[in-house]
């Protein structure tokens, strides 16, 4: 799998022209879906021109419903976005924080804001304030898990960053002041550290944008929970002794799991011992 950069969104555009622009995107949608239909209907393989085996009709058949399905839920977020103020403000200050972190890039790939927007329902079908119908509500998949597939190096993890970051901003236009909204969770100690610098880059450009126009709350933090054989879960008498003894390099060697500042781009950030509150 391949993603058409000539299909890119721009963040711009985005933060200017929303509806606009996701509506330019799902016409897109629409007209690759009637291309697959037309190519069903010939009964062969667009690829080659061979005759598609029943095997090969029926997973084509597949294909395209599920296609379908995509861009309904892409169209429902559009809609959620077009009618909600509160939805199109989280949308926009998520869109302005990527573009205020991006280094070297300007736009989304076309299957991150597809996936992003497909997923707006399921984070604010539940919310009272929006009074969404009944028939939007139960479109909505919160029983069900969305696993996103790509090849290393695609771009999953600034999708799923994305849909966080909407939902951050979302939580707080609601109302709510400080709290969990979001839990990552990875197999390897090795891709935890590497993604919890990116996530703190994204946070921290999310968190400039908060305290410029959502004044209440607590402000967006980071929590990383690990065993103890990456960080201490507590220091007793021996290991005071230890800590204290060590140089500020030796500390970082040891601890430090964040190399640069996420707010002003310097390797600035160092562990330092706190005696006094044994922290």
Known sequence: ???????????????????????????NMLRELSNWESDFATGKNPSNGEELTELGKTQFGKEIDGFRTEIKRF????????????????????????????????????????????????????????MLDDDTIEKAKTDD??????????????????????NL???????????????????LRLLSVQQVQRVSNILSSAELIR???IAEGEE????????????????KKEKKQALSEMSMDELDEKYKLVDVC???GQRSVHIVYDADKNS
């Open 262 to 264: 996420p707010y002003c």
């Open 220 to 235: 967006f933090s980071l929590g990383y929970f690990v065993g103890d054989h990456n960080t201490p879960n507590s220091i």
């Open 169 to 187: 901003f979302f939580d707080r236009i609601r109302g709510k002041e400080c709290g969990v909204t979001a839990m990552l969770k990875y197999p």
């Open 75 to 130: 169209k429902t977020g559009i809609n959620l976005i077009e009618k909600h103020n509160m939805v199109r403000q989280s949308f926009c200050y998520m869109n302005q924080a990527f573009k205020n972190s991006a280094k070297g890039y300007s736009t989304w790939r076309l299957f991150q804001i597809v996936f992003i927007v497909s997923l707006i329902l399921d984070v604010v079908a539940h919310e009272h304030d929006l």
């Open 211 to 213: 305290r410029t126009h």
């Open 145 to 166: 898990i969305d696993i996103l597939y790509f090849p290393t190096g695609g771009g999953k993890t600034e999708a799923f960053l994305g849909i966080m970051i909407f």
């Open 1 to 27: 799998l391949k993603t058409r950069d000539d299909l890119a969104v721009r963040f711009d555009e985005l933060i200017v022209s929303p509806v606009e622009t996701l509506n330019k995107v799902y016409d």
